[in-house]
């Protein structure tokens, strides 16, 4: 088990760090314009999977958000169940707001500046 801190998250890593080890399902991002499966109706769409935030998808959340116009909306989509606590503290040390959560449905804002 290691510790690494990034622009995006604490990262806490074990089994996948490991050399030869299986690696996690990777995400995408849904192409613009595409929001099947969108509950929010939000301006863009990111599917993080099984995946927790310590695999990866903070990146590419912090990725798609620096690109966001200010007060542009996000839905993640993320089954496991440490996302909804490491999204929260995510928003809370970077100014963006976690607007609402159903189940594995999370809707993002872009902070304003």
Request: hydrophobic share 35%; aromatic share 6%.
């Amino acid at each position: 088990m290691g510790v690494r801190h990034t622009e995006t998250s604490l990262i806490i890593w074990s089994a996948y760090a490991r050399e030869g080890a299986p690696q996690p399902p990777t995400s995408q991002a849904a192409p613009p314009g595409s929001l099947a499966g969108s509950i929010f109706g939000a301006d863009q769409l990111f599917d993080a999977g099984d995946q927790g935030c310590a695999f990866g998808p903070l990146d590419e959340i912090a990725r798609i958000m620096r690109r966001m116009q200010p007060g542009q909306t996000l839905e993640v989509h993320a089954t496991d169940p440490t996302v909804s606590a490491d999204l929260t503290a995510w928003c809370r040390m970077t100014g963006h707001t976690l607007v609402e959560q159903r189940g594995p449905h999370y809707l993002l804002r872009r902070k304003e500046s």
